[in-house]
């Protein structure tokens, strides 16, 4: 098995996975997905809230809010030493948030959270409500890490996707109808080009939706196709953006971690079941 980075931005990467199969790719995407810890707000004390907001829906939307997370500094609360209910400084991270509309109305943004800790809001301009004159709000917050298998607002990535390697075949002398091809395209993998008419851009940007395959018109029908479109089954092109709660390559090496100790645990299981 062989990874390559193709494309890495702050939140998000895209790699090549080659030399395996399908089903641990698929396995790799769900666990990024499912399996991956990622911190975020799970209790909420309710002191006063005289917002539009019901109390029920306000401690959802902050649950929804995205926690920058250190897996280094904290555990899951059921790995904890602590074995409490409440929590400890290993397995919990406290906020508090107070906000009032005296005159006029005021937007309460996930900024106006005070973190007791290291663990803060991936981004100060997430919106929570907004208070009329007179309103207030005061609150007690409590985080921790999980996983998306529990909930959706642990996931540590807003999209996690991937496709077979693309492979495309320009028999561009065979080709009657190349600007329609290149028009057809939705991801410009074809361009023009002044001698052949039209050339392969980028062959990695090809979704394998065949539409240019459908389009393309031959000049000889008995000769080769003018355009053929595979998908190599034992390489993948990954996609994943993180919610900025974990940087991406990060979130990636622990679900390989995650798939690693699953794979170790089975193992162990099979082996006592044969002796």
């Given at each position: 098995m062989d990874v390559s980075i193709i494309e890495e931005k702050e939140n998000s990467v895209r790699f090549l996975l080659k030399?395996?199969?399908?089903?641990?790719?698929?396995?790799?995407?769900?666990?990024?997905?499912?399996?991956?810890?990622?911190?975020?707000?799970?209790?909420?004390?309710?002191?006063?809230?005289?917002?539009?907001?019901?109390?029920?829906?306000?401690?959802?939307?902050?649950?929804?809010?995205?926690?920058?997370?250190?897996?280094?500094?904290?555990?899951?609360?059921?790995?904890?030493?602590?074995?409490?209910?409440?929590?400890?400084?290993?397995?919990?991270?406290?906020?508090?948030?107070e906000a009032e509309a005296v005159d006029e109305p005021v937007m309460v943004y996930s900024s106006d959270l005070k973190p007791e800790s290291d663990v803060t809001p991936v981004s100060g301009n997430i919106p929570i409500v907004k208070l009329g004159p007179r309103q207030r709000l005061k609150l007690e917050l409590y985080a921790r890490l999980g996983r998306g298998i529990e909930h959706a607002k642990w996931q540590p990535v807003s999209a996690c996707a991937y496709k077979y390697l693309p492979k495309v075949i320009l028999n561009s002398e065979n080709l009657a109808n190349p600007e329609e091809v290149i028009r057809i395209c939705p991801t410009d993998v074809y361009a023009r080009d002044p001698e052949s008419k039209i050339v392969v851009r980028d062959e990695m940007a090809c979704t394998l939706c065949m539409d240019c395959v459908a389009k393309a018109v031959p000049v000889d029908s008995k000769k080769s196709p003018p355009v053929k479109i595979e998908g190599d089954e034992t390489a993948y092109v990954f996609y994943v953006e993180s919610t900025g709660a974990l940087p991406p390559r990060r979130v990636v090496t622990e679900a390989g971690k995650v798939l690693e100790k699953k794979a170790t645990s089975l193992n162990d299981l099979v082996r006592k079941g044969l002796e």
């Open positions: 030399g395996t199969t399908h089903s641990y790719a698929n396995a790799l995407r769900r666990a990024m997905l499912a399996e991956v810890p990622a911190m975020a707000i799970e209790d909420v004390i309710i002191i006063e809230n005289t917002s539009v907001l019901y109390d029920e829906v306000m401690a959802h939307r902050l649950g929804l809010i995205p926690l920058k997370t250190d897996l280094d500094a904290y555990v899951l609360p059921e790995e904890c030493d602590c074995k409490s209910e409440l929590g400890c400084s290993k397995c919990r991270a406290s906020f508090t948030l």
